[in-house]
């Protein structure tokens, strides 16, 4: 198969197209502008969605922008990678009768043109003469960051990465989320005075005691951490990938064609998996097979990202889990072994255990195998913070982000799992947003545990 890297750069650039200014006058024209919209309430954000659209529709491109951006300060990445079906979109009214509004497109049409535009959006407060640490700046962080620079806060942020972002620069697919949208966010929160120190690793170039010091209170917004082994031989072959790293590579490195005419198995089946695999086929690959150890139905891929698969010839084995690893002698992949497997009783988080069907193994030719079995948790950090945690899930109390250090909160992925919400960009903007509430009122009203 002959792909040329002008090829290559065109299957990364944004699948879906913005709306024309027609298609959105239009599309905001139908808009019925419902009193108490079900839309807003199904947001995390609480985006005032029937205020947004009417203004697009009023030519107040700047004002709907703000509207947005107001409640979901990573509200143009939103607009590309929310599950809008599973959100506001599917609690529109107008499901019954005709199709949703479009309003994902329709919130990435105003915040395009406040991109376009540079528009300034947000000011500073007043200085308070507090300050706050942040660790970490993907969503989460960025929105914490956001709404204290509003109040007053002098606000810090460690990010370990060379940029700010979090996965939205680094981790999701430059075709559904170009790294220039995310690092636009970023910029809305550096004009506010937010003193955004890349490339510094918290416990390793600052200790969090130092932080704690120096602070008046400290956010940790680390996420989470790398995909974790598989636990089987072959691991350390050439051609095995982390499926967080390899999408990094591809949004951080120039595009190559050593995966043209290659045969990709990619294990798991979330999203992580997904995108490891769509990009897989956008570099080109000869053919990609996802293996997943339980059926459709366990699967934690949104169902968007599933069609998207389908629709990028991605293959799915259901039932079907790696043993080993196999490589030939100079070290490179040539096969992984699997063994189907069988669903026995559901185990604590509810889903069916699966378990493997003696003697049923069999082998699937590959010269690239992507791990992507989910995130392992920054568990060291969260140790030397010496909060307490449930396997590296940090524990904090309700909606108030407070860790059992009261001097220390935590919102995002890094407290997701074990009932903790869910791992979403918007979610992690809403508990940014709550977080900074919760230290202001710590550090204003009660300053006692909230
Ligand atoms: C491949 C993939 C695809 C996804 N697709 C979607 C999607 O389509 N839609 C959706 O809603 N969600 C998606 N998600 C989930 C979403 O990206 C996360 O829920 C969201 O980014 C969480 O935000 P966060 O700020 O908590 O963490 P992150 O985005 O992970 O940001 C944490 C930041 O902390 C930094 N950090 C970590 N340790 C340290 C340290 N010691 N010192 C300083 N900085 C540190 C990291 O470098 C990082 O920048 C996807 C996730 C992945 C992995
Ligand atoms: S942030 Fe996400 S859920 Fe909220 S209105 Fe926008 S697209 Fe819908």
Redesign the pocket.
């Known amino acids: 198969m002959n792909i040329s890297l002008l090829d290559l750069k065109k299957n990364f650039q944004e699948v879906t197209a913005g709306l024309t200014d027609r298609e959105a006058i239009e599309e905001a024209n139908r808009c019925l502008y419902c009193y108490d919209a079900p839309c807003v309430k199904a947001c995390p954000t609480g985006i005032d969605i029937p205020a947004f659209i009417k203004k697009i529709a009023s030519g107040n491109l700047k004002g709907s922008a703000k509207t947005i951006m107001l409640s979901n300060p990573v509200g143009a990445s939103c607009a590309r ?3 809008t079906e599973e959100l506001c979109e599917g609690a529109c009214v107008l499901n019954h009768s005709t199709k949703p509004i479009k309003i994902g497109h329709l919130q990435r049409y105003a915040t395009d043109w406040a991109m376009r535009n540079d528009a300034v959006l947000f000011q500073a407060g007043k200085k308070n003469g507090k300050t706050v640490a942040i ?7 960025l929105s914490a960051a956001r709404e204290l620079a509003r109040i007053g806060y002098d606000v810090t942020i ?4 060379q940029e700010a972002g ?3 620069t680094f ?2 697919v430059s075709f ?1 989320l170009p790294r220039h949208v995310s690092l636009w966010e970023v910029n809305q929160v550096k004009r506010l005075g937010v003193d955004i120190r890349t490339g ?4 390793k170039d600052v200790t969090a005691q130092e932080l704690l010091e120096q602070y008046d209170a400290v956010v940790l ?4 951490s790398k995909v974790p082994m598989l636990g089987i031989e072959g691991e350390e072959l050439d051609g095995v990938y982390d ?2 790293e390899f ?1 990094k590579e591809t949004k951080t490195k120039p595009l190559t064609n050593r995966f043209v005419g290659k045969k990709v198995v990619v294990i798991g089946a979330g ?2 998996a997904i ?1 490891g695999a769509t990009c897989s086929v956008r570099l080109g690959a000869e053919n990609v097979k996802i293996l997943y150890r339980r059926t459709k139905e366990e699967m934690t891929a ?1 169902d968007f ?1 599933y069609e998207f698969a389908k629709q990028d010839g991605v293959e799915f084995r259901w039932l079907t889990a790696p043993k080993r690893i196999i490589g030939d002698e100079s070290g490179k992949v040539t096969h992984v072994e699997c063994v189907r497997m069988q669903l026995g009783a559901p185990d604590q988080d509810g889903r069916r255990r699966p378990m493997p069907i003696e003697g049923s193994e069999f082998f699937i030719r590959a010269d690239v195998v992507i791990k992507a079995i989910g ?1 392992t948790r ?1 568990l060291d ?1 969260i140790k030397e913070f010496g909060i307490e945690h449930d396997g590296g899930v940090v524990k904090v109390i309700g909606a108030h982000y407070q860790t059992s250090n009261p001097k220390v909160f935590a919102c ?3 407290i997701f799992g074990k009932g903790g919400g869910e ?4 979610t ?1 903007a809403q508990q940014g947003k709550e977080t900074a509430y919760a230290i202001h009122r710590y550090l204003t009203t009660l300053n006692e545990t909230l």
Do not use: S, W
């Not at 460690?158 to 990465?161: I, K, M, N, V």
């Open positions: 990678v929310c599950p660790v970490g700046a993907g969503p989460a962080g460690f990010e370990a990465q979090g996965l939205n981790g999701i559904r510094v690793k918290v416990g917004a680390v996420g989470m499926a967080i999408i999203n992580t995108d949104y990202e995130q920054h950090l995002g992925d890094v791992a979403m960009v918007v992690a």
